[in-house]
């Protein structure tokens, strides 16, 4: 099983004990996968998933919240062979009219809402009401991507304005959730790591928030090795290119005469530097008479350097 389907396994699972929580989350999987038919002269209410967890919870929140009861039905999917989508389906005049009536979708008049996408704001007034149709919402559309190949999350939505309700939701417990379109469709997603674990932990995923967690500890870990590895081989190169340019003016100082007549400390040092071509800085300074430290060895060595300027050394001819 995917990831994502693990994550979904997970939040089927999730108990829910209130029945303003069930009502929210059963509005959002509506939403998410369901829709409204009219069929002589009737209503119908049709819940169509490819994850049969999802189907399961669908009936199991009518039960649990309306006292409704749905068969779910497997059936071949139309999008893909050798696949299987399972679908509930309410067609009792009264079942239909309970649940839209529970969700708000029809008023006391018999009159059906407009925009039947949105969830209507009553269901949504509590904290764990907006936590329960996040939850919902991503049971019926949404997916996450595998974090150890990469870190991204969405729910895919039919309209702006069911996006836009989302984006807000989300925003509630400070996620920053972005919206973009894609092939028709809004999709509503997050991309960091820190994000998609709030997340999880909004909507109730707290085994799948632990293994994303233990993912991104190793990945910064790697990450982090990988830059000490880089700063070393830098410093290391840095280093070699160093000796490398002070040997060569070392050579060329003494190639024309000139470092016999330098101080006897640029002599040392020089001497020094020849000797132990790979030695570093606080190597050379330890071998000094009297001893130095870093600095005066580094000032030494750029005194040679200098001098070796001076008198035309890396001067083209």
């Known amino acids: 099983m995917s990831f994502s389907g693990e994550v979904k ?23 998410g996968s369901g829709c409204i038919k009219g069929h002589g002269g009737q209503l119908h209410i049709l819940l169509v998933t490819e994850n049969e967890q999802v189907a399961k919870r669908y009936v199991q929140l009518l039960q649990q919240a309306g006292d409704i009861t749905a068969a779910v039905k497997q059936v071949p999917c139309v999008q893909q062979k050798n696949k299987a989508s399972y679908v509930a389906e309410l067609t009792a005049e009264e079942s239909v009219e ?19 996408t ?12 907006k936590r329960a149709f996040l939850r919902g919402a991503f049971l019926a559309a949404g997916s996450i991507s595998n974090p150890k190949k990469s870190y991204h999350f969405e729910i895919v939505c039919s309209e702006a304005c069911k996006a836009a309700q989302l984006q807000e939701l989300f925003g509630a417990f400070g996620l920053d959730a972005k919206v973009i379109t894609r092939k028709n469709h809004e999709i509503v ?12 932990n909004v909507m109730g995923a707290h085994l799948a928030l632990m293994d994303l967690e233990n993912v991104r500890i190793l990945k910064e870990m790697r990450n982090d090795i990988n830059r000490r590895v880089n700063c070393e081989t830098a410093n290391i190169h840095k280093t070699v290119s160093a000796a490398y340019r002070q040997q060569e ?53 750029r005194r040679l350097e200098e001098t070796a300027t001076e008198l035309g050394y890396g001067k083209k001819e």
């Not at 997603?189 to 999880?200: N, P, R, S, T």
């Open 9 to 31: 396994k997970e939040l089927a699972a999730v108990e829910i004990r209130s029945r303003h929580c069930q009502l929210a989350e059963l509005a959002a999987i509506l939403s």
């Open 98 to 116: 309970k649940l839209l009536l529970l969700l708000k979708i029809m008023r006391k008049d018999g009159r059906i809402r407009e925009n039947m």
């Open 118 to 129: 949105l969830a209507d704001g009553l269901l949504l007034q509590k904290s764990c009401c």
């Open 189 to 200: 997603y997050l991309k960091e790591g820190a994000q998609i674990v709030d997340a999880l």
């Open 249 to 301: 003016a070392i050579r060329f100082l003494n190639s024309c005469g000139a470092l016999a007549g330098l101080p006897r400390q640029l002599q040392e040092i020089a001497r020094l530097r020849m000797e132990y071509p790979d030695a570093a800085i606080r190597e050379l300074g330890a071998l000094c008479s009297p001893p130095i430290g870093k600095s005066g060895v580094n000032h030494r060595l």
